[in-house]
């Protein structure tokens, strides 16, 4: 590269990212949701991804999918759920711009997957990746989750903020856990950050 070429300029600045649990944030939490038939949006989360999408926000997916590991469901059944989803956030104007996963679980049935990792929440893999190749600001970024572990993940990652909401799933309570705040879904929450 050549001195005064520009080069340097162009480089794009650091974006502020929506980190966003799947099941419980995005959908309604039926344990182990694997087939796209099964899948329900919760409530206003489409408007509430849109709306996070327009405010300048890059989305983000970052789940736990130890049903991998516990043989629940296959990568590949994962991996088809995860296309129908994005496929149909995309059609509604809330296309996300990546989806990480995390499939281990210390307690898996399938012995490749059954490690203590670095990505399961409460640790802060998936979001350390998500920011390293998707040039994200941490520090400008929110996270939406429905548990602790969701809250601790943000708080080791450098997240700016990160709020809870509520959720059918059993570790989900009213508490704060951490957060700056609580919400009843993330509809509220973003209704909240960004009124209008």
């Known amino acids: ?70 043989g629940y469901y296959s990568e590949a059944q994962y991996q088809a759920l995860t296309d129908a989803m994005q496929q149909a956030l995309a059609e509604a104007g809330a296309a996300v711009d990546a989806v990480y996963h995390c499939p281990h679980h210390p307690k898996g049935q399938l012995a490749e997957l059954a490690i203590d990792c670095d990505c399961r929440k409460p640790a802060p893999g998936m979001i350390l990746r998500a920011a390293r190749e998707l040039n994200l600001s941490l520090a400008d970024s929110i996270l939406v989750g429905d548990k602790p572990s969701d809250i601790e993940a943000a708080r080791a990652a450098g997240i700016g903020r990160a709020y809870i909401v509520q959720s059918d799933n059993a570790e989900s309570g009213p508490g704060l856990a951490g957060a700056d705040a609580a919400h009843a879904d993330l509809q509220a929450c973003v209704a909240a950050l960004l009124p209008d």
């Not at 995005?26 to 949701?33: G, K, S, T």
């Not at 736990?64 to 516990?70: D, L």
């Open 1 to 70: 590269m050549r001195a005064g070429d520009g080069a340097g300029a162009s480089a794009a600045a650091p974006r502020k990212a929506a980190f966003l649990d799947r099941d419980g944030v995005i959908n309604l939490d039926r344990a182990y949701v694997s087939r796209w038939e099964d899948f329900e949006f919760v409530p206003g989360a489409i408007d509430a991804m849109r709306r996070l999408k327009t405010a300048g926000y890059a989305l983000v997916v970052v789940t736990n999918q130890s049903g991998i590991a516990r």
